[in-house]
């Protein structure tokens, strides 16, 4: 895959019509585009649709969590969407993995969310007492595998452990920032080119296109660091 094959978009956008408005300013459909939870609820399946007119492959990153039937039967139905990807967490448990696997059929790309980019340190402690994050995130990305998911998503310093604990699987990598750009409320962050270097799949930029003043020149040069990364 070339650059652009590995680049998807973060559109965290207020609203559905200032994404749309952004990919239009871009004039990049061969650009991945990845939706939340935010514009999802706004512009629901219609949304998507618009985007995949527009020639964009779409990643629904609803990270869905609950027992087994419950996701199942969710994932059933996004299936039928053409969506590229979609995410379950990882943190469902086997059983909700294979099941999720099961109704998601052949076409669509399922990806077990390993650990939030915003989880570290004590707030890591808080929620899983006793518990290393680097432990977790190897046995949620072998289980992961185990269960049959095509990927995970991890942040980019947890690459080399999540590709020795799950080889073959696509990781794709968010928290991702160009040099010198800010890292909100993200913890576990680097750059295009040190992402890329530890073996990244697929690369989610939001906010250092998003945030930038000619969004068009961002992507150029998040593009060339990718590149810079792989040579």
Known sequence: MNGKERLILALDTPGTEEGLALLDRLKAPW??????????????????????????????????????????????????????????????GE???????????????????TVLTSLDGPEWEAV???CSLERALSGRAALARESGLGGVVCSPRDLTLVREAA???????????????????????????????????????GRSILGAADPQEAAERVLGSMEEGRA
């Open 128 to 130: 899983h007492p006793g």
């Open 167 to 205: 080889p073959g699987l696509v990781t794709v990598v968010p928290g991702i920032r160009l040099p010198g750009d800010g890292t909100q409320d993200q913890a576990r962050v680097d750059t295009p080119a040190a992402a890329m270097g530890r073996g990244a799949d697929y690369l989610v930029v």
């Open 31 to 92: 650009m991945k585009v990845k939706v939340g939870p935010r514009l999802f609820a706004l512009g629901g399946e219609t949304f998507l649709r618009d985007l995949q007119e527009r020639g964009h492959r779409v990643f629904l990153d609803l990270k869905l969590h609950d027992i087994p039937n419950t996701v199942a039967q969710a994932v059933e139905v996004y299936a039928r969407w053409g969506l590229w990807a979609l995410t379950v967490h990882t943190s469902g």
């Open 95 to 113: 059983t909700m993995m294979r099941r999720a696997r099961e109704a998601a059929g052949t076409d669509l790309l399922l990806l077990g969310v």
